[in-house]
């Protein structure tokens, strides 16, 4: 969904491979983030957009962001609205110090049900990367939330977790997770990857490990995929769509991370614990005098910790 690839030229929009996307998510029940809304690196500013003027690149960023939003809104769970502007500042550079912030109330205005992120790199991989570190990122994502309406949004604190040769620093993985998690506000490894090397399998699974127990981790997102598809980092599968060690390493903590079926019995009163991982659930609940049973769908998130959940099958 960047802007360099549905506007290559200016005027001329393509949502064909966006779209495309977004369908085959939706019919295989896939969640989807928006990916990005702008960017702050002006590299990777559609190659028009580099010679404009301030007022026409606002303008055209006005047309950009009611454009991609209204456009798939509702349907995403997520955008990346600025990338990476701890890193960078293209947009404040040329519309002003409160460009992001700005953009983080328009797209709050435009599908207010979706949660709007920071997206940053290193702010857990480097500890010697200062500009990214926890505490600027606290630092800036205050900012966002204090311009005008914004204290209403969604927030989410996205941090990408491209990690080289080496790594990971595990301890400053956990304190820079436990220093972000004070905010309050969703985290999310929004593109986990390790370089290629001795180990990578291993140090995959300790990313991957790290973000899973921390409590304030609420989701993880592979940047991973096939040689043939252009990935060489992290590959799960080969050529041959064989899994590589890396794949090996996702599946199996995927199998150790999910729910398999269970059964149990209520106690006199109808009621049973369960202690569940954050998900999805379908509950299926039968009562043989009279014959009766119902299925519900429940989600388990940090939100319900805790919380009752009360399923009737009958008068």
Known sequence: MKWYSTEEKRGIENYTVADAMVV????????????????????????????????????????????????YKGRLIA?????????????????????????????????????????EYN???????????????????????????????LPGIGVQGHF???????????????????AGIPIWMTEVDVSKGPGQDEYLEEVLREGFSHPAVEGIIMFAGPESAGFNSTTLVDRNFKNTPAG??????????????????????????????HGEYEIRVENPVRRSSKVAKVEVNKASRGRTIDIKIGP
């Open 248 to 277: 090996e390493a996702v599946d199996r903590l995927i199998e150790e991370w999910r729910t398999g079926p269970f059964e149990t019995r209520t106690d006199d009163r109808g009621r049973f614990k369960a202690a569940l991982y």
């Open 79 to 119: 955008w990346d609205v600025v990338n990476e502007n701890l890193h960078f500042s293209f947009f404040e550079d040329n519309l002003g110090e409160n460009a992001s912030a700005a953009y983080f109330s328009t797209a709050y205005s435009l599908d207010p049900c979706s949660r709007m992120f920071m997206n």
């Open 164 to 182: 080289g040769q080496g790594q990971p620093n595990l301890a400053y993985i956990r304190s820079s997770l436990d220093i972000l998690a004070t």
């Open 24 to 71: 085959f998510a939706e019919e295989n029940c896939i969640r989807i983030r928006g990916h990005n809304i702008f960017w702050d690196d002006p590299k990777y500013q559609p190659e028009w957009v580099k010679t404009l003027s301030g007022e026409e690149l606002r303008a055209a960023a006005e047309r950009r962001i009611n454009s991609v939003v209204t456009r």
């Open 123 to 153: 702010t857990i991989e480097y500890s010697g990367d200062v500009t990214a570190g926890p505490s600027n990122y606290l630092k800036r994502l205050k900012g966002i939330l204090a311009y005008p309406g914004n204290d209403r949004l």
